[in-house]
């Protein structure tokens, strides 16, 4: 393949990516529908407000994927993060008498130092014991939530204080002002989940998934590349628990639950383990069927079917189930990863493409008038 056909299909993904953007910023400016898919024509409060939670959620998937896909770490407490940046915002505005962007800040802070003390310990094991450590400190979080009503607010959950909020993300007038910082957010954390993947980190990160002996022999440190990957993500789910907290004026405790972070694993194998693109299109194909067979549920057209087909169709989570099984039978890379193999065709050394490129980056360290030379 020349030189110009690279450059050609380097940048096709670039300008698609751009082009998703432009149209996702003027849609609400727009008066399209899609019946049985939006509530509603795409300038309308409730079809923004739901494009605006799929984007949350994707968001939150792409942050996901920097573990499971990148650094292939299965973690069963990333939504302690979410929890974090949503309760953090929350608790600041409330309790703290801050403005907006300060108490954004101290979200995010929030969520990292979290992120430290919980990685610096799960780090210390790996594999399955690696997922329970992570559970158990969701669970942990979970349980402060609910047990400290004074301030989170407890079973009730937490609402927004909108006195320290700008007048302009507030309100449903304003809907589409917040479906834009939703956009601008995941713009942010794919821009981020891409830098750590192209950058020396996400190198470390998936050789040391492949093969973390070979990464210690090169005299460089699992631990420090998994723990960075590990708050970075963590950083952005707070980032994305942020926008929630906006976009629903409040949040619960489901927010910081297992059950969460097991939705979120849901969309990016959905979507496909590994893939950015893949982790977004997850993330709002769930939402979006979580939100639409909810009422397909409690339609007429289901309530008068037989019982044998009813008792099934009434439960959107039986319909979500469903389609997961079929997803990890017939397509077992996810949607992109499918994609990928019809018209990428990866070679049969690429799984080993990433440890050559550390042990290059290494010899050049080591030696670099000779690799100049």
Not at 248 to 272: E, K
Request: hydrophobic fraction near 55%; include cysteine.
């Amino acid at each position: 393949m020349s030189r110009s056909s690279k450059n050609v299909r380097r940048f096709v993904p670039v300008g698609i990516g751009m082009a998703l953007v432009v149209f996702m910023a003027v849609l609400p400016l727009l008066n399209l529908s899609l019946p049985g898919i939006l509530p509603t024509p795409t300038y309308m409060p409730g079809t923004l407000a739901l494009l605006s939670l799929c984007m949350v959620f994707a968001a939150l998937a792409l942050s996901y994927n920097l573990l499971l896909g990148t650094s292939g770490m299965l973690s069963f407490g990333h939504a302690l993060y979410f929890g974090a940046g949503a309760y953090g915002l929350g608790i600041a505005l409330e309790h703290l008498g801050v403005p907006l962007w300060p108490g954004v800040f101290i979200a995010l802070l929030g969520g990292m130092v979290i992120a430290l003390a919980t990685g610096a310990v799960s780090m210390r094991v790996s594999g399955i014991p690696f997922a329970m450590v992570t559970l158990a400190f969701a669970q942990a979080g979970s349980v402060l939530v609910r047990r400290n009503s004074d301030i989170t607010g407890g079973e009730e959950g937490l609402s927004l204080n909108t006195d320290s909020v700008p007048d302009a993300l507030v309100g449903v007038v304003n809907t589409r002002n917040l479906y834009w910082l939703t956009l601008a957010i995941l713009v942010v954390v794919y821009l981020v989940a891409l830098w750590v993947d192209k950058s020396r980190l996400g190198h470390l990160a998936r050789a040391t998934r492949e093969n973390e002996q070979r990464v210690r022999v090169l005299g460089l440190s699992p631990f420090t590349v998994r723990l960075t990957v590990f708050v970075i993500a963590a950083v952005l789910a707070s980032l994305a628990g942020v926008a929630y907290m906006l976009l629903q004026s409040g949040t619960v405790p489901r927010a910081v639950s297992a059950d969460l972070t097991i939705t979120i694993l849901v969309m990016v194998v959905l979507g496909g383990v590994g893939f950015r693109w893949g982790a977004i299109v997850g993330g709002v194909l769930y939402t979006l069927l979580d939100q639409r067979l909810t009422v397909l549920a409690g339609s007429e057209a289901v309530a008068g079917l037989p019982d044998v087909l009813r008792i099934p169709l009434s439960e959107p989570l039986f319909l979500l189930g469903a389609l997961f099984i079929l997803v990890v039978m017939f397509l077992p890379g996810g949607i992109a990863g499918t994609v990928d193999k019809l018209f990428r065709r990866r070679g049969p050394g690429h799984d080993e493409s990433t440890l050559e490129e550390i042990d290059d980056a290494a010899t050049q360290a080591e030696h670099p008038v000779e690799v100049r030379a």
